[in-house]
């Protein structure tokens, strides 16, 4: 196979522009390019808005029209970051864990309350595990359904009060929650009947 001619190719850290076939335009720091499958990545600004942020953008070059280089990067390219595999390793094992959860409490017929509770103490506590249909958190305390304060049982001490306290949050937080979603829908019906 031939070498790629100039202009098939960008080079790491090079700054390029180019607009979709979509109509949108990415501006972006090149971080890698595979000629063979024509996939460039780009490091753009944050659409968060956080300056210490960046969005990375993969983009198939099939479907883009009108690139440009906007400044080319001559000098080598700095190294690479080094990845801490033991920390990535960790998170993976997490997530796989929250998921498989997920899906066990779908499988075990727990009602959407009772997850969404589960979530909701999973993102203070991380100890906090599925038995059957009920919660587990610390070891230490068995939230029943219908998964109420008053079905938090366990041992009494600073760990139940914690977590009745995260039930009671949760439920009075869902229940404000409905009550601005009926006053906006009060308020729309109220508008249309206005406006009719």
């Given at each position: 196979?031939?070498?790629?001619?100039?202009?098939?190719?960008?080079?790491?850290?090079?700054?390029?522009?180019?607009?979709?076939?979509?109509?949108?335009?990415?501006?972006?720091?090149?971080?890698?390019?595979?000629?063979?499958?024509?996939?460039?990545?780009?490091?753009?600004?944050?659409s968060?808005?956080?300056?210490?942020?960046?969005?990375?953008?993969?983009?198939?070059?099939?479907?883009?029209?009108?690139?440009d280089i906007?400044?080319?990067?001559?000098?080598?390219?700095?190294?690479?970051?080094?990845?801490?595999?033991?920390?990535?390793?960790?998170?993976?094992?997490?997530?796989?864990?929250?998921k498989?959860?997920?899906?066990?409490?779908?499988?075990a017929?727990?009602?959407?309350?009772?997850?969404?509770?589960?979530?909701?103490?999973?993102?203070?506590?991380?100890?906090?595990?599925?038995?059957?249909?009920?919660?587990?958190?610390?070891?230490?305390?068995?939230?029943?359904p219908?998964?109420?304060?008053?079905?938090?049982?366990g041992?009494?001490?600073?760990?139940?009060?914690?977590?009745?306290?995260?039930?009671?949050?949760?439920?009075?937080?869902?229940?404000?929650?409905?009550?601005?979603?009926?006053?906006?829908?009060?308020?729309?019906?109220?508008?249309?009947?206005?406006?009719?």
């Open positions: 196979m031939a070498a790629p001619a100039a202009g098939e190719y960008f080079s790491i850290g090079s700054c390029i522009s180019c607009t979709t076939c979509l109509g949108q335009r990415l501006q972006g720091e090149v971080i890698a390019f595979d000629y063979h499958t024509k996939m460039l990545t780009l490091k753009c600004a944050p968060s808005g956080k300056p210490n942020l960046s969005d990375v953008v993969l983009v198939n070059l099939a479907y883009v029209s009108d690139v906007v400044s080319d990067r001559t000098a080598t390219p700095p190294p690479l970051a080094s990845l801490n595999f033991n920390k990535l390793a960790n998170r993976a094992r997490a997530e796989k864990e929250d498989l959860s997920q899906a066990y409490a779908i499988s017929g727990v009602s959407v309350e009772g997850q969404q509770l589960f979530q909701t103490i999973h993102k203070t506590i991380k100890d906090c595990k599925w038995q059957e249909k009920n919660i587990v958190v610390m070891d230490e305390v068995v939230i029943s219908p998964y109420r304060v008053d079905n938090c049982r041992k009494e001490g600073s760990a139940l009060s914690h977590v009745r306290k995260i039930v009671e949050k949760h439920f009075r937080d869902l229940e404000n929650q409905k009550s601005v979603q009926r006053s906006q829908a009060q308020q729309t019906q109220k508008d249309s009947a206005l406006s009719a």
